[in-house]
């Protein structure tokens, strides 16, 4: 079952995330859980604190479509600065230009505690990056200047309050 998807600046997505222990059937659930949210939203990744769960774990989606799961990644490389165009499902309807690294390498378990490394670059890496940010509890927009950030802090937060009152 899909879960809703927290909006910024909800405190769960602006801390640092808990690391995974468990491989088991939690995770499984959790993960499922995750891709729904992320399909229904229309997304191309999505961490576990973006639905409420302050874990270390995030789905990223490939370009043709499917996604794989990053359980405790690090990025361990990071070349060629680019500035990129971005958004995300915690701060919906927002796209602003965000710097990054147009090759990453990271280093990340999966949802049975393999141990992987791997090399990305343009849209992959994009998404890795975005993904191990909001791990790491920060969001695109901390990338953008003070102005650009109170402005939509300021509508997240009506946004926000819209949702709480459809949910009474």
């Known amino acids: 079952m899909a879960r809703d ?37 229309e997304g191309i990744g999505i961490a576990a604190n973006q639905v409420g769960e302050p874990l270390r774990v ?7 479509g499917t996604s794989f799961e990053i359980v405790n990644p690090q990025i361990l490389e990071k070349t060629e600065k680019v500035t990129l165009e971005e958004g995300c499902l915690s701060v919906p309807r927002e796209w602003e230009k965000c710097p990054r690294f147009h090759k990453v390498k990271v280093r990340y378990q999966d949802k049975t505690g393999e141990w992987h490394e791997l090399e990305a670059e343009g849209r992959l890496a994009h ?27 300021d509508r997240m937060k009506k946004l926000q309050k819209v949702k709480a009152r459809q949910k009474d």
């Open 5 to 41: 998807i927290v909006i910024w600046p909800h405190k769960v997505l602006t801390s640092s995330t808990k690391p995974v222990t468990d491989f088991g059937p939690s995770l499984e659930k959790l993960l499922e859980e995750m891709a729904e949210s992320m399909k229904e939203a």
């Open 58 to 64: 995030a789905l990223v989606g490939r370009e043709d």
């Open 127 to 153: 998404v890795l990056q975005h993904e191990i940010d909001h791990l790491d509890g920060h969001v695109f927009v901390d990338h953008l200047s003070s102005l650009k950030r109170t402005l939509i802090l």
